[in-house]
T-cell receptor, first 114, second 114 residues
Framework: DQQVKQNSPSLSVQEGRISILNCDYT??????FLWYKKYPAEGPTFLIS?????DKNEDGRFTVFLNKSAKHLSLHIVPSQPGDSAVYFC?????????????FGTGTRLQVTL | DAGVTQSPTHLIKTRGQQVTLRCSPI?????VSWYQQVLGQGPQFIFQ???????GRGNFPDRFSARQFPNYSSELNVNALLLGDSALYLC?????????????FGQGTRLTVV
């Protein structure tokens, strides 16, 4: 069962515009959410996170929004830059027994065009 | 500051062989987790170790084992390799074992089983 879903495998956005990447989750025990960016042949790079007690968190060009009732979060990148082209993973965590683990979505490939 | 380092970066093994992957966490981080990423999927949780104890295990067969050393570095061992074990193996470190903590990833070890 896919507990974290990224339904858009790819997204193309013009440079300077807003990129919006979406993520849905099904497990109500998740209470911490993270976004990672991944270039080919590299490990995921942490971008931004949000706790379930918040509905918004900003860091520079990156903003994450959380809608708990809809079990939905989104990552906004404004303005988009060519260097943002990568695969973006949404991940969720929640304490399960004695370990906290990240459950990842399948990723969205963002391409920022000139 | 050094990030999470993994070795080797690439590895080719034959079916039935055994492999050991290594990870050094960020200095001061006491928790190490291992993930497997196959093409087109998000990383899947294999193990978490904290203070040298296994704190969680994902849905992987007993052929997969790991340990954490007193200096918090970690090894992932896979016995009796199958073709399906071909993947990118990622190590992540975090400061603590609790939910709501960002995990920082290494560049990964690309394992190819032939």
């Amino acid at each position: 069962d896919q507990q974290v879903k990224q339904n858009s495998p790819s997204l193309s956005v013009q440079e300077g515009r807003i990129s919006i990447l979406n993520c849905d989750y099904t497990n109500s025990m998740f209470d911490y959410f993270l976004w990672y960016k991944k270039y080919p042949a590299e490990g995921p790079t942490f971008l931004i996170s949000i706790s379930s007690i918040k509905d918004k968190n900003e860091d520079g060009r990156f903003t994450v929004f959380l809608n708990k009732s809809a079990k939905h979060l989104s990552l906004h990148i404004v303005p988009s830059q060519p260097g943002d082209s990568a695969v973006y993973f949404c991940a969720a965590s929640g304490y399960t027994g004695t370990a906290s683990k990240l459950t990842f979505g399948t990723g969205t490939r963002l391409q920022v065009t000139l | 500051d050094a990030g999470v380092t993994q070795s080797p970066t690439h590895l080719i093994k034959t079916r039935g062989q055994q492999v050991t992957l290594r990870c050094s966490p960020i200095s001061g981080h006491k928790s190490v987790s291992w993930y497997q990423q196959v093409l087109g999927q998000g990383p899947q949780f294999i193990f978490q170790y904290y203070e040298k104890e296994e704190r969680g295990r994902g849905n992987f067969p007993d052929r997969f084992s790991a340990r954490q050393f007193p200096n918090y570095s970690s090894e992932l061992n896979v016995n009796a390799l199958l073709l399906g074990d071909s993947a990118l193996y990622l190590c992540a470190s975090s400061f603590r074992d609790l939910e709501g903590t960002e995990a920082f990833f290494g560049q990964g070890t690309r394992l190819t089983v032939v």
